[in-house]
């Protein structure tokens, strides 16, 4: 999956550092990201040093006096977010490339970079202000957080909790496709958690929504950060209670049916959860 990296961790423990010349900067313009693609190493991200000279040639905007935020460390190197909206570089190797075609990434260490990144960069964004009394925050020199000046609320990061479901009939698994998206392949039943509600009603809720089926035994698989959506997905197998009759939300999906563990249609991508755990049961493999 797209955390499991060549080597090493990402390391998202949270220190006040400040930037060195050659530590990388992920900088974010809309939903993109400024990358140079390398024969060697794929894709690479710029260093602070260029950074800071592109930054003040075009008059990148900043949101703060601080031009950089350290956000975590990754493969043996800090990265660093540009904090505002990045603007253009003074090297051609470099382009924005769009956070939601992953495979422009060719190494998934560049990729769980740059999805991270960007959870971080959105919560950094929308919290620049206090919700409560609208006081410009501040940033903790501790942990991770924001705090206001004004009224001591304090702000940490959002996660938003989703599941994603192999709902089983025996040697068949329900898979279905989205509607009125640009990914057509097939995926799983999945969505978020509600307020008040456990994993494992979610699990029943979204089944019920999307498909119109029962289901019981459910059990736990594995987990994956999503930051591309702010979200940890959180990755469940359960059975078919009662009837196979398949009641579609058409306003979600475009289509859901039964198939064969022997016939499965997908292939893993080492990236999704989703696509694991569809090979996962291909191979016989689920938690029973
Ligand atoms: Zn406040």
Redesign the pocket.
């Known amino acids: 999956m797209l955390q499991e990296l060549e080597f090493g961790r990402l390391e998202n423990e949270f220190y006040d550092k400040k930037a060195t010349a050659e530590d990388f900067v992920v900088c974010i313009r809309n939903n993109q990201v400024l990358v140079k693609r390398t024969k060697e190493n794929g894709i690479e991200y710029p260093t602070y040093d260029l950074v800071k000279l592109w930054a003040e040639k075009n008059q990148w905007s900043g949101w703060k006096t601080s031009d950089v935020q350290y956000v975590f460390r990754m493969q043996d190197k800090d990265y660093y977010l540009w904090m505002g909206e990045a603007g253009e570089s003074e090297d051609e190797s470099f382009a924005y490339e769009e956070i939601r075609q992953m495979s422009v990434f060719e190494t998934k260490a560049a990729c769980f970079a740059a999805c991270t990144a960007m959870h971080l960069y959105v919560w950094y964004r929308n919290n620049q202000f206090?919700?409560?009394?609208?006081?410009p925050?501040v940033h903790d020199t501790k942990e991770r957080m924001l705090r206001?000046?004004?009224?001591?609320?304090l702000i940490f990061p959002r996660i938003s909790p989703a599941v994603i479901i192999g709902v089983t009939n025996g040697d068949k698994i329900l898979m279905s496709k989205y509607a009125g998206r640009a990914y057509t392949r097939y995926a799983l039943i999945a969505g978020f958690t509600e307020i008040g509600e456990t994993l494992e009603e979610t699990v029943k809720r979204e089944v019920m929504e999307e498909v119109g089926l029962h289901v019981k035994n459910i059990r736990y698989y594995k987990s994956q950060p999503w930051g591309r959506d702010g979200g940890v997905l959180m990755g469940f197998f359960c059975d078919l209670d009662g009837s196979d009759e398949i009641h579609l939300d058409e306003k979600e999906l475009a289509l859901a049916e039964w198939h064969e563990r022997s016939a499965m249609p997908t292939e893993d991508d080492g990236i999704s959860l989703t696509r694991e755990m569809m090979r996962v049961f291909e191979e016989g493999r689920e938690p029973k």
């Open positions: 206090c919700g409560r009394c609208q006081t925050t206001c000046p004004n009224c001591g609320n």
